[in-house]
């Protein structure tokens, strides 16, 4: 059945489900998402929220990334990415809440513009790097208690919003860390990370 993604270039959000749908070897079109888009024709049509992604599968439109990731995988559960007993999925899913929500959404765009009108691109970008650094080494115990990956022994959900919050990080102009960075290494040493993705 047909899957249409609404995305846009640089969104983290975006680029979780696409992430999966490519990790799942799923058919899917992508439709670029413009900022002008975004406060119009599509924020009316497509997402009322205004925020990519928005997965269009059978009549229905889906939105926020986590909801799209969880319905990719009940719908197709070849190569599962939220775990495959009950504790596992909590720890994951856990893992993915903290990165979305704690991490990801106070230094959102329209989040900053909002709180912080005043500070410069420049500032806002450090401010940017400087949260998320923070919450990572805050996040950090709770990762690769079991091996390379985040929660487990396998690729899951986690290993993509970390290795993409950490991507955000890096393009906001902070050091690297070594043990996220060497989880992205491990990730695309495995094959895990496509290639759209692998630069910073």
């Known amino acids: 059945m047909f899957i249409l993604l609404y995305s846009a270039l640089g969104s983290n959000s975006s680029e979780r489900v696409e992430w999966v ?18 406060k119009t024709t599509y924020r009316e049509q497509i997402n009322p929220f205004g925020f990519v992604p928005a997965l269009v599968h059978g009549g229905r439109t889906l939105v926020e990334s986590m ?35 704690t991490i990801h959404s106070p230094q959102n765009r329209t989040v900053l513009n909002f709180l912080r009108p005043e500070l410069s ?3 806002k970008k450090d401010l940017r790097a400087r949260w998320i650094g923070d919450q990572l080494e805050t996040l950090e115990p709770m990762l690769w208690r079991d091996g390379h990956f985040c929660c487990g022994t396998s690729f899951s959900a ?11 990080y890096l393009q ?14 491990h990730l695309a040493e495995q094959g895990l990370i496509p290639d759209y993705l692998r630069q910073n």
Not at 83 to 89: D, L, M, T
Not at 158 to 168: E, L, Q, S
Request: charged share 30%; aromatic share 8%; proline share 4%.
């Open 21 to 38: 749908l490519t990790y799942k070897g799923l058919e899917w079109d992508r439709i670029e998402v413009t900022n002008e888009a975004l």
């Open 121 to 123: 691109e420049t500032d």
């Open 158 to 168: 986690a290993d993509v919003f970390v290795a993409t919050i950490y991507r955000k």
């Open 67 to 101: 909801a799209i990731i969880e319905y990719l995988d009940e719908c197709f559960p070849d190569k599962p990415v939220l775990g495959v007993s009950p504790s596992a999925r909590a720890q994951i899913r856990s893992v993915c809440s903290h990165v979305g929500s």
């Open 172 to 185: 906001h102009g902070g050091g690297k860390l070594d043990r996220f960075d060497g989880h992205r290494t």
